[in-house]
């Protein structure tokens, strides 16, 4: 079989970089003339309430991302990406307490397949609510994925370098405090042309799901 470069887009990957901003803080307090003994018990639950977390502060659903390339399963890494190692490869990450990514991509006869499962953990729900907002900001030409997340949107684009057409799936979801990214793609590099829109939008929803279901497993 003839060898056939892959186009820059498909080989030119970036890895994922996440800075977790972190906030900490610390009680201090004077040295209180000495009480009458009937006030004792008062200054104790002065104290105590000062020294306990706010009530307000809502718990994190999701304190760590979980690990990516066992949120596909195999039969499924074999169907979307045709020889490539179920295993995955995980992307190296600045912080995979928060962050966590896995990439399988395998090139079959002429068919070449690329998948990505991104997980991030955020402080707050509202937190990952803008994000994904934010994330949708940047596409266009989608649309919203019932029954996935608490919200998900998916997009295909279809690209062309070389004459050789390489068509995109991303599909973006958001489960409380944390947010599931799914990138598909694929191209036929014999034909010079894409997949269809359907199979690689399905193939992006799929591999979402499944993600969504194994980050469910990681709840508080």
Not at 82 to 100: H, M, N, V
Not at 109 to 127: C, P, Q, T
Not at 194 to 209: L, S, V
């Given at each position: ?8 887009a ?33 200054e ?14 809502a ?23 045709p ?38 953990v955020l ?11 934010g ?33 995109e ?23 010079k ?12 929803i ?15």
């Amino acid at each position: 079989m003839r060898s056939f470069p892959l186009p820059i887009a498909l080989t030119a990957r970036l890895s994922p970089v996440v800075v977790l901003a972190a906030a900490g803080w610390a009680l201090s307090s004077g040295s209180p003339a000495a009480p009458e003994a009937a006030d004792k018990p008062a200054e104790k639950t002065k104290t105590q309430s000062a020294s306990a977390p706010s009530q307000t502060q809502a718990a994190k659903t999701y304190a760590a991302a979980p690990a990516p390339c066992g949120s596909i399963a195999e039969k499924s890494v074999k169907s979307l990406v045709p020889g490539a190692k179920t295993a995955g490869k995980e992307i190296q990450s600045t912080d995979s307490k928060l962050r966590r990514t896995c990439s399988w991509n395998a090139l079959k006869g002429y068919e070449y397949r690329w998948l990505d499962v991104s997980f991030e953990v955020l402080e707050s729900d509202e937190a990952a609510e803008r994000s994904y907002q934010g994330r949708l900001e940047d596409k266009s030409g989608g649309g919203a994925v019932p029954g996935l997340g608490d919200a998900a949107y998916s997009v295909v684009n279809l690209t062309t370098e070389d004459k050789q057409q390489t068509r995109e799936g991303v599909v973006v979801a958001r489960a409380s405090n944390a947010l599931v990214i799914v990138t598909y793609n694929g191209s036929d590099f014999e034909s010079k042309k894409a997949p269809g829109t359907d199979e690689i939008n399905k193939g992006a929803i799929k591999a979402a799901k499944e993600a969504v279901a194994a980050l469910e497993k990681n709840r508080n």
